[in-house]
């Protein structure tokens, strides 16, 4: 966090095209927003789009406006987002998702600075800086062509990535404390086989996911002083150990604990490879199936729930 706090400072200052790339929930609109507000623009306008979330069509007529009776019901000229942001920021969200015929117009006005309304005659000049977001790949949508390769180097100037919460989990515990802070409240003691479950979990919805596993805790505990591990989620406390073991959490954790987590980890393994076969599962783990299942009462291991109906 301290070293992107420091990247959004440093470039925020500086105009230039801005694209950030992470996955899904990891805070990519907060950092096009810090670097708005960081920057000599903030007292301007920040315009954000979502490309994924309108037609082509709309898209086009949306960011670039459009002339009186350009279209069928155009009635009046409408100013495009890019004349809206004028001055400030304009944050082109899920970019990948912008097709061929959008792509082209909006290299053109990132190249002249200018915008012409669809079916108008004159064109107007626009000072806005751009910031651009993805979680999708953008360098292999260039290499398969669904993306320009020129539009791509034109908005990844300067590319920010925002890693996963996954990849900076050493971050989790003070989003934590802002979570309680910010609301007002004194953070909760974790019980140390909540802090286990919260550390090993991928966290594939990345920091949104975390701030609403703690609005869940928040709503049914308001009055929490330690967090147990039953008033997680099942998604959080059920998927442990699924995923690859981190090297990075074993490290920082002491060894007992270190030991139970591969441990628990290989078990889950072994009885999902083996359907939850438990004689399989016992010979695979070469232990006997008596041995497998103290170890199976001891983590709390349960089968998966069967799929909705
Ligand atoms: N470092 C952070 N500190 C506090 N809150 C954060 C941080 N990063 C993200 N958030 C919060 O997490 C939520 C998700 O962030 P954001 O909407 O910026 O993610 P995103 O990458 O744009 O997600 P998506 O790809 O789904 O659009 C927001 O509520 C945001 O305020
Ligand atoms: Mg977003």
Excluded at 268 to 283: I, P
């Amino acid at each position: 966090m301290a070293e992107l706090r420091e990247v959004i400072r440093r470039v925020a200052v500086s105009d230039v095209t801005v694209l950030v790339t992470g996955e899904s929930g990891s805070g990519k609109e907060l950092v096009a927003r810090n670097l708005h507000a960081l920057s000599e623009r903030c007292g301007r306008p920040f315009v954000a789009v979502n490309c994924a979330a309108l037609s082509p069509g709309v898209l086009e007529s949306e960011l670039f406006g459009h002339g009186r009776g350009s279209f069928t019901g155009a009635v009046q000229s409408h100013a495009g987002l890019f004349e809206q942001a004028d001055g400030g920021t304009l944050f082109l969200d899920e970019i990948s998702e912008i097709a061929p015929f959008v792509q082209a117009k909006l290299l053109r006005v990132l190249q002249d600075r200018q915008v012409r309304r669809m079916g108008a005659e004159t064109v107007r000049r626009v000072d806005l800086r751009v910031v651009a977001a993805t979680n999708a790949n953008l360098e292999k949508r260039v290499a398969d062509a669904s993306f320009r390769m020129d539009l791509f180097y034109r908005l990844s100037v300067v590319e920010i990535h925002v890693a996963s919460l996954r990849e900076r989990i050493e971050d989790m515990f003070d989003f934590i404390d802002h979570f309680f802070v910010t609301r007002g409240l004194a953070t909760p003691r974790l019980a140390e086989r909540t802090r286990e479950l919260l550390m090993r979990y991928r966290w594939p919805g990345n920091i949104r996911e975390l701030q609403n596993e703690l609005e869940r805790v928040l709503a049914f505990y308001p009055k929490v002083s330690e967090v147990q591990p039953s008033m997680l989620s099942g998604r959080v406390t059920r998927d442990p150990g699924n995923g690859p073991i981190d090297i990075d959490v074993l490290y920082q954790t002491k060894l007992p604990r270190a030991v139970s987590y591969l441990e628990e980890n290989l078990l889950r393994k072994s009885l999902e490879q083996n359907n939850w076969n438990k004689s399989r599962a016992a010979r695979q783990l070469g232990l006997s199936r008596q041995g497998l299942l103290k170890k199976i009462k001891r983590y709390g291991i349960d089968p998966p729930p069967p799929p909705d109906e």
